[in-house]
């Protein structure tokens, strides 16, 4: 019998409702059945906790006295640069940028020791951070320099904004190169010495609801500690790839964007993370409940490692040149074992996504659902699946020439 | 047999003297040297791994700190931040000896002092900063 998203509600309210985190699910998918469970189960909770470099977060820092106009000026948080270009006291930190001053990969590989993620972790670890201001200074906003410590409870307004987390699925990483390379996989080492993956694979959020049927714009989630929503489809969102018959993609596949308040979040679940000779990010944790309306949504979240394949994809040559095509497929269960065969040879394997901590998300989750804190949402639409006809598009570069000022085709 | 993994401290004024070739042949030890730094006028450091009988590697290392050697055991100098570790599982490939390692049942990542050898291959590896080394 079908449920609806309402009556879930009822029951979490109640405290009567079935939880599960969707490891936890399959074996409940396997002894009771799946109709039996369907009808019984009334939310499964995912998780994940990677890096996720379209993260960002904008905020409102008042007004100072007298005023200054942040914006068209510069400002550096913790020498982070940020962007400016709102209205007087709005600004965006985004989670790779770096200071002006890091040498970056002048001495390859570079360390790239703080940046954007770390700034926005330890904001929310509730440190200072020294905010410089240089503005050009107006009638209204006379004043053009600004040099003061600021916190996250000082703040109006401090929003987790990430136009693309959560990918549903990801690229094996491998070096076919008789180099070691540095790349935002990791570390890889020549000749096919080691693979990186990075999905929480059987716990990931969009893995569990492949077609996006009950994830959407409004969606409450779990959010780098936190509650947030899911905004809308994220950045490079392609849902129109090779999937198994169960609909899961067997790549890189869709996207989410998300936001939340940060001052409810929790640095445990932000963490500013440093790749070596590639840059920083920010590893984010998400946790999506997953209404189990009917038997259909009892099976998706029922997938299992075994089920979920992914591409094993060469980062000397094949990634950086936009050579299409795959070394090979091979399951998140083969994966999360420690090694791999790859044109014929056993390649250790190492994650970047921590499964043990999506465990955790999931479970934190599961736990607000079962103890009525936290209740699901009716999608307010849907984000774009197979059908929608969006496609991820490569850049076609149109070289301008003689300086010319408008496009010709 | 006794094993130790230890790391030699050697004052400035024992760098020029052969102290390694006098535990092997004076005290009968196996000495793997694992890493080595040596610096004019400075400390100079050693990682070894040294294995003999009981008696003698008391005595081997009771004679090098009679010399003047700071010795201190390598799991001091090598540290995995647990509070640090996400558990991402990104070090474990590459580590040669195991020491860091994945419960594959619950995928946690566990450091196991007595298998490094502080190559230092999870220190870029790491993107938390979760492993730090004093050498």
Same mark, same amino acid.
């Given at each position: ?5 309402? %009556?879930?509600? %009822? ?20 002894? /009771? ?95 200072? =951070? ?37 990918? #549903? ?113 920010? =590893? ?26 992914? #591409? ?20 998140? =269960? ?8 790859? /044109? ?15 465990? %955790? ?34 850049? #076609? ?13 | ?135």
């Amino acid at each position: 019998m079908a449920k609806t998203i309402q %009556e879930i509600n %009822e029951k979490i309210k109640s405290g009567k409702a079935v939880v599960y985190t969707a490891e936890e699910i399959i074996s409940v998918a396997r002894s /009771k059945g799946k109709k039996k469970a369907a009808a019984e189960v009334d939310v499964v909770t995912t998780g994940t906790f990677a890096p996720m470099c379209s993260s960002g977060a904008y905020f409102n820092v008042g007004h100072s006295n007298p005023r200054i106009k942040l914006g068209g000026g510069s400002v550096t948080l913790n020498d982070i640069p940020v962007y400016t270009g709102f209205a007087a006291v709005d600004f965006f930190v985004g989670a790779t940028a770096i200071p002006d001053d890091d040498p970056r990969n002048k001495i390859h590989p570079g360390k790239f020791p703080y940046g954007g993620g770390h700034l926005i972790e330890d904001l929310v670890a509730g440190k200072d =951070a020294q905010l410089l201001a240089r503005a050009y200074g107006t009638d209204c906003y006379p004043r053009r320099k600004l040099e003061t410590w600021i916190r996250l409870e000082d703040m109006n307004e401090a929003m987790l904004f990430n136009m693309r987390n959560g990918y #549903q699925n990801y690229n094996v990483a491998v070096n076919l190169s008789d180099r070691i390379i540095y790349t935002y996989m990791g570390v890889l080492h020549p000749n096919l010495r080691n693979a990186t993956y990075c999905s929480a694979g059987q716990l990931s959020p969009l893995l569990n609801d492949p077609l996006y049927r009950t994830i959407g714009i409004g969606t409450r989630i779990f959010l780098g500690g936190g509650v947030g929503y899911v905004v809308d489809r994220g950045t490079q969102h392609n849902p129109d790839v090779p999937r198994t018959d169960r609909g899961v993609p067997r790549m890189g596949a869709g996207t989410l964007a998300v936001m939340g308040d940060l001052k409810q979040m929790n640095a445990r679940w932000l963490r500013g993370a440093s790749f070596s000779g590639y840059g920083v990010t920010l =590893a984010v944790g998400i946790g999506i409940p997953v209404p189990i309306l009917d038997e259909e949504m009892l099976n998706y979240t029922a997938v299992t490692d075994n089920d979920i394949v992914a #591409q094993v994809v060469d980062y000397s040559e094949a990634y950086p040149n936009c050579i299409p095509g795959s070394l090979g497929e091979v399951t998140y =269960a083969q994966l999360k074992s420690g090694s791999i065969t790859v /044109k014929d040879k056993k390649v250790p394997t190492a994650g970047l996504s921590s499964y043990a901590r999506a465990r %955790e998300v999931a479970s934190t989750l599961k736990n607000w659902i079962a103890e009525g804190s936290f209740l699901l949402s009716e999608p307010v639409a849907p984000v774009p699946s197979v059908e929608s006809g969006i496609k991820f598009k490569p850049l #076609q570069e149109r070289p301008i020439f003689n300086n010319a000022r408008v496009a010709v085709d | 047999m006794a094993t130790k993994r230890l790391v030699f401290n050697f004052p400035p004024h024992l760098i020029d003297q052969p102290v390694t070739y006098q535990l092997i042949t004076e005290h009968n030890l196996k000495i793997n040297i694992l890493r080595a730094r040596i610096t004019p006028r400075e400390w100079g450091r050693l990682v070894v791994e040294v294995s003999g009988k009981k008696q003698n590697l008391d005595a081997g290392l009771q004679f090098a700190s009679d010399l003047g050697l700071d010795i201190k055991p390598l799991a001091q100098d090598v540290q995995w931040d647990a509070e640090k570790c996400i558990a991402c599982t990104a070090c474990c490939s590459v580590c040669p000896t195991g020491a860091l390692s994945v419960t594959r049942q619950d995928m946690q990542v566990s450091f196991d002092h007595d298998k490094c050898i502080a190559c230092e291959l999870c220190i870029p590896v790491c993107p938390y900063e979760a492993m730090q080394i004093e050498f």
